[in-house]
């Protein structure tokens, strides 16, 4: 006979074990699958490092997600006794008419948020080598969390709680039948009455679910070596960063391990199709564009990397996340298209999807997500 839950996450990376946790925190009978084994490589949440901010340049409208999201974080770290979140501060710079510029400030004195204005002096002391013309703006409760250490302890205090795993396995198939929802991976069968998709950028597998299919993008990211450790060290208190550097957005974080300063560009990316398994390096205009930022605003850094990784954006056409409940069948919940900016939210996002399953409704705050 089928196994039988309460329901089943399908999809273990980030939103996904954060779903699972909740749900087996209230005391349900839930299993998780993955066609991987989580964390891994070949999904979205990979890299070691994902920056946290709460002044939302997006939209002032994530903020109380934001901060419901560091509570949650919070919480995780004291169940574990780990350390998820690294608050060593996030600078933000460009011109002073940027959106990003611009849309700090908005969410800022929208939310009433501690955002501090760098002066030249101030500046000095970084490592970076900026326009006297930016406006420079620094969060210092803002930083960056540890991905792989996050994904693993989610999944782990999920498992203390009662939870189910089954990885390495693919579901394939789901069927609805009036008792019940039928999974189906080449293994295995379950029955479940409720299922949770958090497929990431497989998330077009389950168009027939109303699944919001995301365009999916080949995202390089790379390491440096500093010319001289030190300064660029997080323990040197070395911040992350983002900037608006005119033709990009481009984003990093300091040293914190032997690989050293990570550096991407937000913007732009490649189409890809998400079963790819490539890793080489692809097309070199984002490697091009990082350099360009080492030349002009970082010169303490070598300019050849030191190691790089291939990541996935799975975007929606606005950037903005969708979340939903299948208009085929109401016993199915998915959120898709993190688009780029997802980790942060996690705890947030899954306790919002756990609730919808507990309550039947979503909390206000998330209604401008669900579609
Ligand atoms: C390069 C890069 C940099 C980023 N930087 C930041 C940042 O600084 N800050 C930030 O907040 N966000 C950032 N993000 C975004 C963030 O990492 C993503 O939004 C987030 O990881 C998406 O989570 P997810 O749960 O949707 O996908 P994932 O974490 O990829 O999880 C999806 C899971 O579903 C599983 N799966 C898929 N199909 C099936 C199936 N049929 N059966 C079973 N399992 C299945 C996969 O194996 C995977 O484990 C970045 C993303 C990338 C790629």
């Not at 939870?163 to 019940?180: H, S």
């Amino acid at each position: 006979m089928a196994h039988e839950y309460d329901a089943v996450v399908v999809g273990l990376g980030t939103m996904g074990s954060q779903v699972l946790w909740r749900l087996a925190q209230a005391g349900w009978r839930v299993l998780g699958i993955d066609r991987d084994h989580p964390p891994h490589h070949l999904g979205s949440h990979h890299g070691w490092s994902r920056l946290i901010r709460f002044a939302y340049f997006e939209h002032p409208n994530y903020v109380p997600l934001l901060l419901e999201a560091e509570r949650g974080w919070s919480e995780l770290e004291r169940a574990s006794g780990r350390t998820l979140f690294e608050r060593c501060g996030v600078i933000q710079g460009g011109p002073p008419r940027s959106p990003l510029i611009r849309g700090i400030i908005a969410s800022a004195e929208r939310h009433r948020l501690d955002v501090e204005p760098l002066d030249l002096a101030a500046r000095e002391r970084l490592p970076f080598s900026l326009p006297p013309t930016w406006t420079v703006l620094m969060e210092s409760g803002a930083g960056y969390l540890h991905p792989e250490l996050c994904i693993e302890t989610a999944l782990l205090q999920a498992e203390q709680c009662g939870a189910e795993m089954c990885t390495g396995q693919q579901v394939t198939r789901i069927d609805d039948t009036a008792d019940w929802l039928e999974l189906h991976t080449p293994l295995r069968h379950v029955r479940a009455k409720r299922i949770v998709l958090t497929t990431g950028a497989f998330a077009s597998d389950w168009r027939d679910w109303n699944v919001h299919p995301p365009t999916v993008l080949r995202k390089h990211l790379f390491w440096f070596q500093p010319r001289h450790a030190t300064s660029w060290h997080v323990r040197a208190g070395c911040p992350a960063f983002l900037f608006d550097v005119g033709e990009s957005y481009i984003y990093g974080f300091p040293a914190h391990d032997e690989r050293g300063v990570k550096l991407a560009r937000h913007d732009g990316g490649m189409e890809i199709d998400p079963a790819s398994e490539d890793t080489e390096l692809g097309r070199l205009d984002e490697l091009a564009s990082v350099q360009k930022f080492i030349d002009d605003h970082a010169p303490g850094l070598r300019s050849e990397p030191s190691e790089h990784a291939i990541c996935r954006y799975a975007m929606s056409e606005d950037g903005d996340f969708r979340l939903g409940v299948s208009a085929r069948d109401s016993r199915v919940v998915w959120a898709s298209c993190f688009s780029g900016h997802g980790f942060k939210f996690a705890p947030a996002i899954g306790t919002h999807i756990a609730h919808r399953l507990l309550e039947s409704k979503w909390r206000p705050e998330v209604q401008f997500l669900v579609g």
